[in-house]
């Protein structure tokens, strides 16, 4: 009796075993996607005043040459309003320091070759409602790809894949890395235009592409690790990050380092690494950080809306006495001749 207890139990166990498991995991990608977007604006506001120092080093492989680079990154920031980003490189062609820089009234990119030079400006622009700062300037791309460490892919905001209608989460694994409870989420995101597949029919959808995540729920869902490749070949990039310190529940990022691969023979063409030197929140600074005069060079070369203007009342002054005196030349020349024509 007791034997043909157990083996009913064991049945019904079996039977639902996979139906719990995959519960569970139905359970983790619900919690993961609603989480997610929450918790990468809050860390997104947490670095609106933020400073630090970023060491890049990567090499690149270029018709077959390895080319090197190694690159010092300053940067603080008050967003939406004020941010500053200082480049500096130095390899075999020699020195040079860019610096990006934007405020409320204008943005500018400033270049020089050597230490004791002086700044020379790249280019200058007043912020306007139809001229703002692009997205590809160097202050948003580079602080993007250093900020959001914890949360973008390939140097893209996590969000937008999450939101994306083409991205379906087929697999959702927990796992443990240095005593760490982590979670592995693969995902796939089909080709624009495409219909993604049902994970839950287990279907893979041929083209676009497919990567995952390795995240920790207890650290607000952070990166440790991802992958992602087109599905036909081309490329796989692949990179982990290391945390040191916590601040308000968000690990705070130490180290990343990452490499592209050339598919299908596994070439690295790309590999990079960058050392956060130091890494301040909440930190302050006077708006004059963010000018021209910062650097030496006269708020006067733009003249953007802030920096008073001289008077037009002058040019309108001098306006009215030159048209007086033409007037009156014109009227000494009619006259003159009115009188030679009188005479006799």
């Known amino acids: 009796?007791?034997?043909?207890?157990?083996?009913?139990?064991?049945?019904?166990?079996?039977?639902?075993?996979?139906?719990?498991?995959?519960?569970?995991?139905?359970?983790?990608?619900?919690?993961?996607?609603?989480?997610?977007?929450?918790v990468i604006k809050a860390w997104e506001a947490k670095c609106a005043r933020v400073e630090g120092t970023v060491r890049y080093e990567g090499t690149r492989?270029?018709?077959?040459?390895?080319?090197?680079?190694?690159?010092?990154?300053?940067?603080?920031?008050?967003?939406?309003?004020?941010?500053?980003?200082?480049?500096?490189?130095?390899?075999?062609?020699?020195?040079?320091?860019?610096?990006?820089c934007f405020n409320k009234d204008y943005f500018f990119s400033l270049m020089r070759r050597d230490e004791t030079q002086e700044y020379s400006i790249i280019s200058i622009s007043e912020m306007s409602n139809k001229n703002h700062v692009p997205d590809n300037f160097p202050t948003n791309v580079w602080l993007r790809a250093f900020l959001l460490v914890p949360y973008s892919s390939l140097g893209i905001d996590n969000r937008k894949l999450v939101d994306n209608p083409n991205m379906s989460i087929y697999k959702i694994s927990p796992l443990t890395h240095n005593g760490k409870n982590l979670?592995?989420?693969?995902?796939?995101?089909?080709?624009?235009?495409?219909?993604?597949?049902s994970p839950k029919k287990g279907l893979?959808?041929?083209?676009?592409?497919?990567?995952?995540?390795?995240?920790?729920?207890?650290?607000?869902?952070?990166i440790y690790e991802y992958g992602y490749r087109e599905k036909t070949g081309g490329r796989l990039y692949k990179r982990a990050v290391h945390y040191k310190g916590v601040i308000d529940g968000f690990p705070i990022p130490e180290h990343v380092s990452g490499e592209t691969l050339k598919l299908p023979e596994g070439e690295v063409v790309n590999s990079y690494a960058y050392h956060f030197v130091d890494l301040k929140f909440?930190?302050?600074?006077?708006?004059?950080?963010?000018?021209?005069?910062?650097?030496?060079?006269?708020?006067?070369?733009?003249?953007?809306?802030?920096?008073?203007?001289?008077?037009?009342?002058g040019y309108w002054i001098l306006g009215l006495a030159f048209t007086s005196l033409i007037a009156a030349i014109t009227f000494k020349?009619?006259?003159?001749?009115?009188?030679?024509?009188?005479r006799p």
């Open 282 to 313: 909440d930190s302050s600074h006077p708006k004059n950080d963010f000018t021209l005069s910062a650097f030496g060079i006269p708020e006067s070369v733009l003249r953007p809306s802030n920096v008073a203007r001289a008077s037009r009342l």
């Open 333 to 342: 020349i009619l006259a003159s001749r009115h009188e030679r024509a009188s």
């Open 183 to 197: 979670l592995k989420v693969e995902f796939e995101l089909a080709s624009k235009g495409n219909r993604v597949a």
């Open 1 to 38: 009796m007791r034997a043909m207890i157990l083996t009913c139990f064991l049945v019904i166990y079996m039977a639902s075993a996979p139906q719990m498991a995959y519960s569970q995991e139905d359970s983790l990608r619900r919690r993961f996607l609603a989480e997610y977007p929450g």
């Open 204 to 222: 893979r959808q041929t083209g676009g592409h497919e990567g995952f995540l390795v995240v920790s729920p207890d650290e607000k869902w952070a």
């Open 61 to 100: 492989l270029v018709k077959g040459e390895k080319i090197h680079r190694d690159t010092m990154y300053s940067f603080k920031c008050n967003f939406p309003d004020l941010a500053l980003l200082t480049t500096t490189t130095r390899d075999a062609n020699g020195y040079d320091q860019e610096v990006d």
